[in-house]
């Protein structure tokens, strides 16, 4: 049973017409619940005794007593194996089952407590039908499984299943045998991510388009086409089976690549555990991208001390309300990720840690309710330009603003410029004419831009297509000897180094002098009537094997090389790619040159906060309450261990004073939801007020 393959153009047209015309409006008619759980239920078939110990009531009401409004509960795991009384695909059902109807029971018990229970099924990764049809598993180039695992002590259920295989048909009916078999609130539909395929049905397809396999961007285009395709599919089939249940398609992450088919799901949930592999700089960089989609959206970190599947550990609980709260500060609702034991029973000290959350996410929930971000700045994102989930210049300029406090969404290319203030492309933006004519419109309008390095050049790199930034490229040629190109290699011994050496504005909080800059900048002269804020001096020369001095860059020489920061009207342009280098190592005085440049175009920002750099700012306003929020935030994740950051305690900050740009007098400002007034003075168009402690995550409403 194959697939007829579709003409690229008929595929092309399928995607533009479907969801835009049929889709649009599928968002639920009600705002998701703050307080979820993603109950994983990935269970072994070598397990004896799958939910013997299930008791509805006793589940329920567990949830229930930790303040737990949604829970996803498992129709099909990744081992493949089905929880509820399939008829269709009895050879399917988990052999040791021994509640027959496990999911239905787990639903209906939610059911009856008011708890919303969406369906968790697998997509790409189930190891029963890997099994039964290797003939349906993706294939590299070479002809090997993708997602084989390492080695032979390692199990695993990693081999991903091709959207463009029959097996496609399979999902189909099986999900509509689980509408009629149980009653489903939402779907969530994991691993759904397009990677490279050269699986015989994608050969074929690919033949069919007269695609060069041996092209990789070609091959990867075409694997996009085919999960786009798969989900407008999906989505047409599962609207065919129920008008109303939620729609999530989840890869582990959300960026621009989302765009061309976010119709197709009714909501967004941004998984992002801190411990997991995600880092805590992910969530934050995937919000404020999601938030400007235009759906709901939840955060998602897990109670496990590492990653999914880690049975019997315990997140700390200032990591969990760290992770909970930064997710109310930034616009979206909570979901804890947990596992299911075999047994069936729910852990009870998992559920006293999520239920002592989830305790002071319901108090603070009035206060987030159809809560929208205030925001000054949009940044670019580098991931339209480098295909990664955490690019090095998306992490360094978030880390930048939010210790800065300052207020910013990030936006793709296809988003809209113009209700920010300030536009910044980080490192890494390619400006093609379409981007060039949309950036001059928005800085006509009275728009300010931040560029950095490469960003600003047009695709080949070659010129800058933005004359707005006042810099043209000089040359590219190599300066340390080796006939290689300088520019954009690894750096790991500091070989091409050079000097920033601010004065004035630029360095405020700055010494006046030299201060390394370890990944040297684009070579660029400015234009006329361009102004150098600060220049970039040369070392005496490159580290090479032939000279070199002492362990690392060679000192400076005090001769001047070229500009470093240059300002044209209401543009500023960083020679030297500020935010990878930030990421990288973080050099205090990298932030400091970023953010006073952002002063000079931004004298007014929403919030000024003066406390450690290690507390986060963020506010919201409420429309219909005719209220803003503000949140402040005060953990300190720390590399303990050397696999990821943790978070073990609160540490207080006392007099906490902060200043918000308002548009008119406030009538109170109110610490919440305690319910203590603030006193505040109002003076230029901004309200000024003191917190006399923060202790961890601290609401203040500001009544107009
Ligand atoms: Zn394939």
Known sequence: MHRPATTLLALVAAIRLAPAADLKDIAPDFELP????????????????????FDPDEFASTLHDAHVNSVTVFGRCHHGWIYYDTKLFPERRHPNLKRPNLLKEQIEACHKRGIRAPVYITVQWDQFTANAHPEWIMKNQKGGFVGDTPGPVDGGFYRRLCLNSPYVDFLK??????????????????????????????KKGMAAEGIDTAKPDDVARYARQVLDRFRIELTHHIRSLDAKC????????????????????????????????????????????????????????????????????YKNPAALQFECFQMLALGAKCSIGDQLHPSGRLDAATYRLIGSVYAEVEKKEPWCRGARALTDIAVLSPEEFIRERIPEPSAGVVRMLQEGRQQFDILDTKGDFSPYKVLILPDAIAVDEALAKKIAD????????????????EPGKAHFAL?????????????????????????????????????????????????????????????????????????YFDRTPEHFCSHKQ?????????????????????????????????PRWCRVLFLNALDALLP?????????????????????????????LHYIPERRGKEFDIIEDVIPLADVRTSIRVPSKPAKLTAVPQGEDLPFSYKGGRASFTLPKLVGHQMVEIKF
């Not at 099986?174 to 994608?202: K, M, N, S, Y």
């Not at 000097?499 to 004035?504: C, F, L, M, S, W």
């Open 554 to 586: 060679t000192p400076s020489s005090g001769e001047v090389e070229q500009p470093a920061i240059v300002r044209k009207g209401r543009c500023i342009y960083f020679a030297h790619p500020i935010f990878t280098q930030y990421y990288r190592s973080a």
């Open 246 to 313: 939620t729609i999530f398609y989840n890869a582990g992450h959300i960026g621009p690549k989302s765009r061309p088919t976010i119709d197709c799901y009714t909501h967004l949930e941004m998984e992002s555990l801190p411990s997991g592999g995600w880092g805590y700089v992910h969530f934050p960089l995937s919000v404020r991208y999601v938030r400007t989609l235009g759906k709901d959206s939840l955060g998602m970190t897990g109670k496990f001390h590492t990653s999914w599947g880690d049975f019997h550990s």
């Open 604 to 632: 007014e920002p929403l919030l000024r906060v003066e406390a450690p750099t290690t507390a986060i700012a963020s506010l919201n306003e409420q429309p219909g309450e005719k209220r803003w929020i503000l949140h402040l």
């Open 442 to 457: 928005y800085i006509e309008k009275g728009g300010s831009l931040i560029a950095s390095y490469e960003s600003g050049l």
């Open 173 to 202: 009916r099986h999900l509509a045998e689980l509408f009629e078999r149980v009653p489903v609130d939402g779907l969530f539909l994991d691993i759904v991510d397009d990677q490279p395929c050269h699986c015989d049905f994608c």
């Open 34 to 53: 703050f307080r979820q759980v993603h109950l994983d239920f990935h269970t072994s078939e070598a397990i004896p005794d799958v939910g013997k110990a």
């Open 467 to 539: 004359p707005q930034l006042g810099v043209t490229k000089v040359d590219d040629a190599p300066t340390d000897g080796s006939g290689q190109p300088a520019r954009g290699r690894s750096y790991p011994r500091n070989n091409y180094a050079d000097y920033i050496k601010p004065a004035g504005k630029i360095g405020k909080g700055l010494e006046p002098t030299e201060h390394v800059m370890y990944l040297r900048g684009l070579r660029v002269a400015a234009d006329d009537g361009a102004l150098t804020l600060a220049p970039a001096i040369r070392s």
